[in-house]
């Protein structure tokens, strides 16, 4: 089983880019996923998550309004869409999913990793 990120880059701040998170061994379809970050020095952090069926959605504060996470179950994947960006949102992105949870809760716990897609955001 593997969640395939992809997407990063290089942007000046202002600008946007779209992430996505594909799946493969296993569907996802009705599960929970979610996109993490983590910074040069810091914690890794929620940033948003998303309902098996797209119906609800849910994100951090520091991207509410600027972030939109959405989902393609035939295509078995995740993205997130990020506008405005900051360059306090320079991190490396993961994707994850929770294989046991179809509706997002929090402390949802996640059990499927992916690799992570470097996002750096110049000023």
């Known amino acids: 089983v593997q969640l395939q990120a992809s997407g990063g880059g290089l942007v000046q701040a202002g600008g946007s880019l779209r992430l996505s998170c594909a799946a493969s061994g296993r569907t996802f379809s009705r599960n929970v996923m979610g996109w993490f970050r983590q910074a040069p020095g810091k914690e890794r952090e929620f940033v948003a998550g998303i309902s098996w069926s797209g119906g609800g959605t849910y994100y951090a504060d520091s991207v509410k309004g600027r972030f939109t996470i959405s989902r393609d179950n035939v295509k078995n994947t995740v993205y997130l869409r990020m506008d405005s960006l900051k360059p306090e949102d320079t991190a490396v992105y993961y994707c994850?999913?929770?294989?046991?949870?179809?509706?997002?809760?929090?402390?949802?716990?996640?059990?499927?990793w992916g690799q992570g897609t470097r996002v750096t955001v110049s000023s």
């Open positions: 994850a999913a929770d294989s046991k949870g179809s509706v997002w809760l929090p402390g949802v716990t996640y059990d499927y």
